[in-house]
């Protein structure tokens, strides 16, 4: 069961002079089987040049962030979710989840890239509505990914 936060959790576009923060975190989270980091420098700009990411705060702390990347003019990738450790277990993800939502409403279809054995994400894109529709071997560093959709309607 997760413990709710007390202080008042909120969502804002990451400031470019924020980005530091975010590369901190792709890096502590480089040698996780379950998440793709963008740690090379040109991967990494690219990510956030072409991303729309989400600082998630907690109270003024940034807790996580979320983002998403168009694909083409009907589909949009959800490609980062982090939390940061101390964070976990608290209902940020699902906040996260309900940004996305919000931000991504007009978007016909959602795709993401989740690894098989990441049974929390799993679970909590399913809760939301997205169905598994691919299995891809050696999709990231050699891990396997599941391919999840969402369509909105």
Not at 2 to 10: F, Y
Request: proline share 3%.
């Amino acid at each position: 069961m997760s413990q709710k936060i007390l202080s008042p959790i909120s969502y804002r576009k990451i400031k470019k002079e924020e980005w530091h923060l975010v590369l901190e975190q792709e890096k502590a989270l480089s040698n996780n089987p379950f998440y793709y980091s963008f740690t090379e420098e040109k991967s990494f700009t690219h990510y956030m040049e072409h991303s729309m990411v989400f600082a998630t705060l907690v109270g003024d702390i940034l807790a996580g962030y979320c983002s998403y990347e168009m694909i083409d003019k009907d589909t949009a990738e959800i490609n980062g979710m982090v939390v940061l450790s101390i964070y976990q277990g608290k209902g940020l993800g699902t906040f996260m989840m309900k940004v996305l939502e919000k931000e991504t409403k007009k978007i016909k279809r959602l795709k993401l890239f989740v690894h098989p054995k990441n049974n929390i994400a799993l679970g909590l894109y399913i809760k939301f509505g997205f169905i598994i529709e691919e299995y891809k071997e050696n999709c990231f560093n050699g891990q396997p990914r599941l391919i999840m959709y969402k369509t909105n309607y």
